[in-house]
Every structure is written in structure tokens, then in C-alpha cells.
């Protein structure tokens, strides 16, 4: 089955440290999104992507990095310059038209 | 700016009355808006869209929204609610980029269902 496929589900930090969060997806959609979630904040855009090898920033990029060097493949990078990183992360994709495909999210927490 | 309010922050209903959440949204344009579910700990899964056509759009597990341009509102109803509905919805509209969208969510309502 078709999907997007999240990982780690659950993910700790040490203060300092750099983490990289996984995102593949098998739809062959074209574009790529990380959103970060925080308890009555809703979704926050992070970073996107609509081809390989190109991205953008999104609302709330600082602190965060990504790559899109494989259509299926997004993977993003928090860094020690995100001063509150503790949230959960979700990954979607769409294609021209449609909606998007959430991936299940991973929980980061600082410790 | 593209934006998207829900008042409710939770709504509780009894099982098998008749539910409504609310959704303002701020466009220019007309706009693409999407209802969203999701369960504790889960990713988000799309209820309905609407891109263009009838106002009244009917998605998956008994829900409708209807787009009202008059009153900038896009509310999700469900006529009899059942206990597995519980979860929180997300009201959400479309900023159109280049070859795809953003998508620009509200706050979203937790809905809690009474025996």
C-alpha cells in the first residue's frame, strides 16, 4: 500500500544536539511538507518542497534544516539553534490538485 | 494574510445527536479548504475538500461541510455523531504556490462524544 512512512515515532534530544527526522513516501508525489504541532496551536509549516533538489521556507524555518535530494525522501534536520524543539512533527505529501497524505508524526522531546 | 479560525476549542455532544464545527477562513481568492481528522498520537487524515462546484460537499465517514462565500464559512456537520468520532478536527485552507499548495490550519476543535 501506497503511504508515508514516519520514523522514529518517538525521539530524544540532549540539549545541543542535532536530530534528524525521517520521512519516506511511496505516492509519487511530487511535493513534500514538514509541519510542527503544538497543543492548541495547530499545524505550523516548517519547510516544503514541490520538485527534488529544491525547497522553501516555511512560517517557522529557524533552527530547522532539510534536504530533497530523492523524490521520496525529506528528511529534516533539528538543530541546536531551535531553542524549544519539543513538539510533534508531522510529514505529508500531495500531488497537483489533491490533498494531502499525512504521515503518523514523530514525538521529539528534549531531554 | 491567509488564515483560519476555529472558535470552539472543544465541543462535547451525546451519541447520536446531530454535530456542527465551526470554520472562519481569510482569502482573497476563492478558496480550497479541507476538513482534517486525527486521532491521539496519529497524523492527520482528510475528511472532504473543496475546490470549486456545489457548496455542499460530502466526505468520508458521514460528514459534510458547506462553503458559504457570504459569511466566509466552511463548518463540518454530522447528523448523528457516534463515539468513535472523538478526535480533533483541523479546518484548514489552501495558499497556492507554483505546482502545488500550503496548507494554512486552524487551532482546531477537540470533540468529546457522551455515552
Known amino acids: 500500500d501506497g503511504g508515508i512512512t514516519q520514523s522514529p515515532k518517538y525521539l530524544f534530544r540532549k540539549e545541543g544536539q542535532n536530530v534528524t527526522l525521517s520521512c519516506e513516501q511511496n505516492?509519487?508525489?511530487?511535493?513534500m511538507y514538514w509541519y510542527r504541532q503544538d497543543p492548541g496551536q495547530g499545524l505550523r509549516l516548517i519547510y516544503y518542497?514541490?520538485?527534488?533538489?529544491?525547497?522553501q521556507k516555511g512560517d517557522i524555518a529557524e533552527g530547522y534544516s532539510v534536504s530533497r535530494e530523492k523524490k521520496e525522501s525529506f528528511p529534516l534536520t533539528v538543530t541546536s539553534a531551535q531553542k524549544n524543539p519539543t513538539a510533534f512533527y508531522l510529514c505529508?505529501?500531495?500531488?497537483?490538485?489533491?490533498?494531502?497524505?499525512f504521515g503518523s508524526g514523530t514525538r521529539l522531546t528534549v531531554v | 494574510a491567509q488564515s483560519v479560525t476555529q472558535p470552539d476549542i472543544h465541543i462535547t455532544v451525546s451519541e447520536g445527536a446531530s454535530l456542527e464545527l465551526r470554520c472562519n477562513y481569510s482569502y482573497g481568492a476563492t478558496p480550497y479548504l479541507f476538513w482534517y481528522v486525527q486521532s491521539p498520537g496519529q497524523g492527520l487524515q482528510l475528511l472532504l475538500k473543496y475546490f470549486s462546484g456545489d457548496t455542499l460537499v460530502q466526505g468520508i465517514k458521514g460528514f459534510e461541510a458547506e462553503f458559504k462565500r457570504s459569511q466566509s464559512s466552511f463548518n463540518l456537520r454530522k447528523p448523528s455523531v457516534h463515539w468513535s468520532d472523538a478526535a480533533e478536527y483541523f479546518c484548514a485552507v489552501a495558499s497556492m504556490m507554483d505546482s502545488s499548495y500550503k496548507l494554512i490550519f486552524g487551532s482546531g476543535t477537540r470533540l468529546l462524544v457522551r455515552p
Open positions: 505516492l509519487n508525489h511530487d511535493a
Open positions: 505529508a505529501s500531495s500531488r497537483a490538485g489533491g490533498g494531502y497524505t
Open positions: 518542497s514541490q520538485i527534488v533538489n529544491d525547497f
